[in-house]
Each structure stands twice: as structure tokens, then as C-alpha cells.
């Protein structure tokens, strides 16, 4: 069984979750310019570094370069992303980890859009930074963490 190429009905939904449920990994792929591909490559090793990757490429197969506003597109298991959302490339990780969380939720059945679901996906998101912040050696990303962190933290949408 292949993973399917879209997931919109309910089977596929269902073979995509039987398939992840037995341990099934994307082979994760970057698509854009030269620039975004180096971007996003970047944020990639943070999120290497934080212990994350398996979790992202279990939920998301591709990250592309759009001209737009960044989105999961749950049907492609696709984030696509602006330019400008992966120039910093802690935020970026940080935001690839909730997109796949927001795709984790999708092919659970759970509400994965919303107050709710986006707090939930926001604590992701966080429990990201921190651990990323604990394992990094690198000051500059510990200090862009913590920056980050404090933001989420006087946002409405953190706990």
C-alpha cells in the first residue's frame, strides 16, 4: 500500500492514518528558488536539532515556495510557504512544526481549524522552541528562541 497523493475522501484519510499509524515516513521534499530551498533547508537542521524531523515528515511531504500567503494544504500533506515566512529560520521550523501538527489533527478527525485547534497547535509550537532552546549549542538560536518564546507567551493565543 502506497501512501495516496491526495488525501480528501474518507478512504484516503483513512489508508493515509493506517499508513502513519504503521510508522510511515515522507520522504520530505523542498521545492522553490535557489534562496528558498537554502531557507527552508536552514530551518530543516533546527529542526533536526530539536528532535522534531521524524514527527514533520510523518505529517508533511512537501514544503513549496508560493507567491502568497503561507498554508498547510491538507489534500497535498503540503505546507506552502511565502518567502517571507521562512527568512527567519527558527520562526520557520517553529511554524513547520505546527503546520504538521495542524495535519496530525486533519487525518485524526479531530477539529485541526479554529480557537481551539489553534491554541492546541500553538502549544506545539512552543513545546517546539523550548526544546529546540535546550538542545541548540548555538547562542544566537537560543536567544532567538527565548525571543520568540516571550512573544508566544504575551500572545492571546499561548497558555
Known amino acids: 500500500m ?22 510511515f515516513k ?17 530551518a530543516l537542521e533546527l529542526v533536526k536539532t530539536a528532535g522534531y524531523y521524524d514527527f514533520l515528515r510523518t505529517y508533511i511531504r512537501k514544503i513549496m515556495e508560493i507567491d502568497g500567503i503561507t ?3 491538507e489534500t497535498e500533506v503540503t505546507i506552502w510557504a511565502g518567502k517571507f515566512a521562512v527568512e527567519n529560520p527558527v520562526d520557520a521550523a517553529s511554524l513547520f512544526i505546527q503546520k504538521a501538527y495542524h495535519m496530525k489533527e486533519y487525518l ?8 481551539n485547534a489553534e491554541k492546541r497547535s500553538v502549544a506545539k509550537r ?7 532552546k535546550e538542545k541548540t ?23
Request: some cysteine; proline content about 2%; hydrophobic content about 35%.
Open 2 to 23: 502506497s501512501f495516496p497523493e491526495r488525501i480528501y475522501t474518507t478512504q484516503e484519510v483513512k489508508s493515509a492514518k493506517a499508513l502513519i499509524d504503521q510508522g
Open 26 to 42: 515522507h520522504n520530505l521534499t523542498v521545492e522553490g528558488t535557489p534562496e528558498f530551498t537554502k531557507e527552508v533547508n536552514c
Open 71 to 73: 498554508q498547510l494544504r
Open 108 to 115: 485524526e478527525g479531530e477539529l485541526y481549524y479554529g480557537g
Open 126 to 132: 512552543i513545546e517546539f522552541l523550548q526544546a529546540l
Open 137 to 159: 549549542s548555538n547562542n544566537a538560536v537560543k536567544e532567538e528562541c527565548e525571543r520568540l518564546l516571550e512573544m508566544w507567551k504575551d500572545s492571546s493565543l499561548a497558555f
